[in-house]
Each structure stands twice: as structure tokens, then as C-alpha cells.
């Protein structure tokens, strides 16, 4: 076994696991990144994982790992940077356990982040969210199991993983009616639950019928929603809204873009910025200006507040032909 091996080892269950205490969703990411790049290098060079050295992983090879993300994979810039960070972070850790190649780990250290367009977010209306929670077919039991997970994703704006994630037990009726959930970097938020939904979450509840350390939205056999199995049904009931609701689109709605569609229901409804970063669990409330880049109402109201510059319509209208001759001498 070569020395990459140890060092990649120890990189999850000592520095990862032990001294950052991450959470299991970054740890899976990570792991998936580095898999791929694995097996990238085993395809390019042909050594297993096990027999490579730190001199088969240089700066060229990991920037040929990142170009085969985009072409041959179809992986966004966004997502390739993402898979650069966990190389990245690897990278740092074996700088202190392998200085001998020094050198080598700070040309990886170098390969730059990948700049991109930032596009203004997807939403939903309140047409297209009311189309779209009332798409699963109730007559089934998964398509109860979706309706409650579609309006919870709506009106809470959890994130996909947030949401499978839930279990039983995370859910509180009553007063001060909420669910719990354990967000990025290991942040536990309450998010309020309004009426309606409280009254479609204790119906789903009360057939699901599960013990309260059981997930909240699970299979017909009883485990967790894979994220794969959340995006394939948001996909399919979106495909249903979409013959009742023209405007939707089926092939731009992914799961993320119904915790979009809550932030921009609160900031429409008037809710302070700040509240809304607390809501969506964001680390920093800048996070949460993308959404009034996205919402038109609000600058259309700061357009109508100010006064605009006089400027009376009309076409150009060339001078007199003679006048214009001698000008032109």
C-alpha cells in the first residue's frame, strides 16, 4: 500500500470525524469526490487505487480531473468547484504529514476555482405552488406521502437534505407549532408551521404511524429518501402541475427551487431579510440578497417611489437640408 493510501485514510476518520467533527452529508460529499477522481486516475494511468503515490496526483492531472467533470460528465462549474474543494482540503492535510512533497501538494493547492455567470434564481407563485401540492395523486400512498413533503418543502423552505433527514419526533403541533431539523455545519433551526400545514402533516402522521426515531417521509419499505428519489418525484409531480399550470416548467424544477419559491413568498409578504436568513438557515444574511435581485415587485415599488426624469418621446428630425450641407463643409 502506498503512502496516499494511510493519508487519505486518516484524512476522514482524523482530521474529518475526529478534530473538525463534520457532519455526515460533508463527509459523504467528500467522499464522492475523491472517489471520482480515484477512479479518474486509475482509468488514466492504470494503477489501482491502492499502489498510487502522491507523485500520480500533480496539478495536471487534477486539472485534467476537472475538465473531464465538465465535458465528460456534464457537471456544472458550481459543482466542479465543489469537487476542487474536497481535493483541496485533502491536499492541506497531507502537506503536513508529507513535506518531502511539498512542492508537488502546493501546484494542487494552486488549481484556481472556476469563475461562472450567476443566473437570478427560479420561484415558484403562489398559482404555480398551489398547482403543484395539489399534482400527487392522493389515492395513493405515496402520493399522500408526497403532498406532505411537497407543502412542507414550500412553506419551510428546508433544504432537500434537511427534509429527508426529518424524523418523526421533529414535528411539533399546538402551540408554537414547528419542525426541527439539523441544517449545515451542524446548526440546529425551528421553523414555524402554519395551519394548513400542520393539518396535512398531522393526517400523513397519523397513517405514517412510525415511532418517533423513524423518518418522516419514507420508502414503501420504510427507509430514507435517497436525494436522487426527492428530485425524481419533484420532477414527476411537476410534469402533473404542469398540464394544469402551463408556466411550469418540469425540466427547471429541482428541489431547490421550492426553498426559493418560500424565500420569496416571505420577502413578498413583507418579511425582513434578516428573519428570512434565520428561516433558511444561511451562516450569513448577504446570502439571502439573491433574493431581491429576483423579485421584481420590490423594485417596481422603489421605481414607483422616486421621480423619474422628464424626457418627452419623439424621433430624431434631421435639420434643415441646406443648413446641414454647409455643416457638412
Same mark, same amino acid.
Given at each position: 500500500?502506498?503512502?496516499?493510501?494511510?493519508?487519505?485514510?486518516?484524512?476522514?476518520?482524523?482530521?474529518?470525524?475526529?478534530?473538525?467533527?463534520?457532519?455526515?452529508?460533508?463527509?459523504?460529499?467528500?467522499?464522492?469526490?475523491?472517489?471520482?477522481?480515484?477512479?479518474?486516475?486509475?482509468?488514466?494511468?492504470?494503477?489501482?487505487?491502492?499502489?498510487?503515490?502522491?507523485?500520480?496526483?500533480?496539478?495536471?492531472?487534477?486539472?485534467?480531473?476537472?475538465?473531464?467533470?465538465?465535458?465528460?460528465? &456534464?457537471?456544472?462549474? +458550481?459543482?466542479?468547484?465543489?469537487?476542487?474543494?474536497?481535493?483541496?482540503? %485533502?491536499? =492541506?492535510? #497531507? @502537506?503536513? *504529514?508529507?513535506?518531502?512533497?511539498?512542492?508537488?501538494?502546493?501546484?494542487?493547492?494552486?488549481?484556481?476555482?472556476?469563475?461562472?455567470?450567476?443566473?437570478?434564481?427560479?420561484?415558484?407563485?403562489?398559482?404555480?405552488?398551489?398547482?403543484?401540492?395539489?399534482?400527487?395523486?392522493?389515492?395513493?400512498?405515496?402520493?399522500?406521502?408526497?403532498?406532505?413533503?411537497?407543502?412542507?418543502?414550500?412553506?419551510?423552505?428546508?433544504?432537500?437534505?434537511?427534509?429527508?433527514?426529518?424524523?418523526?419526533?421533529?414535528?411539533?403541533?399546538?402551540?408554537?407549532?414547528?419542525?426541527?431539523?439539523?441544517?449545515?455545519?451542524?446548526?440546529?433551526?425551528?421553523?414555524?408551521?402554519?395551519?394548513?400545514?400542520?393539518?396535512?402533516?398531522?393526517?400523513?402522521?397519523?397513517?405514517?404511524?412510525?415511532?418517533?426515531?423513524?423518518?418522516?417521509?419514507?420508502? &414503501?419499505?420504510?427507509? +430514507?429518501?435517497?436525494?436522487?428519489?426527492?428530485?425524481?418525484?419533484?420532477? %414527476?409531480? =411537476?410534469? #402533473? @402541475?404542469? *398540464?394544469?399550470?402551463?408556466?411550469?416548467?418540469?425540466?427547471?424544477?429541482?428541489?431547490?427551487?421550492?426553498?426559493?419559491?418560500?424565500?420569496?413568498?416571505?420577502?413578498?409578504?413583507?418579511?425582513?431579510?434578516?428573519?428570512?436568513?434565520?428561516?433558511?438557515?444561511?451562516?450569513?444574511?448577504?446570502?439571502?440578497?439573491?433574493?431581491?435581485?429576483?423579485?421584481?415587485?420590490?423594485?417596481?415599488?422603489?421605481?414607483?417611489?422616486?421621480?423619474?426624469?422628464?424626457?418627452?418621446?419623439?424621433?430624431?428630425?434631421?435639420?434643415?437640408?441646406?443648413?446641414?450641407?454647409?455643416?457638412?463643409?
Amino acid at each position: 500500500m502506498s503512502s496516499i493510501a494511510p493519508t487519505m485514510q486518516a484524512f476522514f476518520t482524523e482530521r474529518l470525524t475526529n478534530q473538525r467533527q463534520v457532519s455526515p452529508r460533508t463527509i459523504a460529499s467528500y467522499r464522492d469526490s475523491l472517489k471520482l477522481l480515484l477512479r479518474f486516475v486509475q482509468q488514466q494511468t492504470g494503477k489501482p487505487p491502492t499502489t498510487l503515490d502522491w507523485s500520480d496526483l500533480d496539478a495536471n492531472l487534477v486539472a485534467a480531473f476537472l475538465d473531464h467533470l465538465e465535458s465528460d460528465r &456534464r457537471n456544472s462549474p +458550481r459543482t466542479r468547484n465543489l469537487r476542487l474543494t474536497a481535493i483541496r482540503s %485533502l491536499f =492541506a492535510f #497531507a @502537506a503536513l *504529514r508529507h513535506p518531502e512533497h511539498a512542492e508537488l501538494i502546493q501546484r494542487v493547492l494552486a488549481v484556481p476555482a472556476k469563475r461562472f455567470d450567476k443566473q437570478l434564481i427560479a420561484f415558484l407563485t403562489a398559482t404555480e405552488i398551489d398547482a403543484l401540492v395539489d399534482a400527487p395523486n392522493t389515492g395513493r400512498w405515496e402520493g399522500r406521502r408526497d403532498r406532505a413533503l411537497l407543502l412542507m418543502a414550500v412553506q419551510t423552505g428546508l433544504r432537500v437534505s434537511e427534509l429527508i433527514g426529518l424524523n418523526c419526533d421533529d414535528v411539533t403541533f399546538g402551540d408554537g407549532a414547528s419542525v426541527r431539523c439539523l441544517g449545515k455545519g451542524r446548526k440546529r433551526r425551528a421553523v414555524p408551521l402554519t395551519t394548513g400545514t400542520q393539518a396535512v402533516l398531522r393526517v400523513w402522521m397519523t397513517e405514517r404511524n412510525g415511532r418517533n426515531d423513524q423518518p418522516l417521509f419514507p420508502t &414503501r419499505t420504510g427507509r +430514507r429518501l435517497s436525494v436522487d428519489a426527492v428530485e425524481r418525484l419533484v420532477r %414527476l409531480h =411537476a410534469a #402533473a @402541475a404542469g *398540464r394544469a399550470c402551463p408556466t411550469i416548467r418540469p425540466e427547471q424544477l429541482h428541489p431547490h427551487v421550492l426553498r426559493h419559491s418560500c424565500a420569496m413568498s416571505l420577502l413578498q409578504a413583507g418579511v425582513d431579510t434578516a428573519v428570512i436568513a434565520l428561516w433558511l438557515g444561511h451562516a450569513d444574511p448577504r446570502s439571502t440578497s439573491i433574493y431581491l435581485h429576483a423579485d421584481m415587485t420590490i423594485k417596481q415599488r422603489a421605481l414607483d417611489a422616486t421621480t423619474p426624469p422628464c424626457a418627452a418621446p419623439g424621433r430624431y428630425q434631421p435639420g434643415d437640408k441646406l443648413l446641414v450641407f454647409l455643416e457638412s463643409l
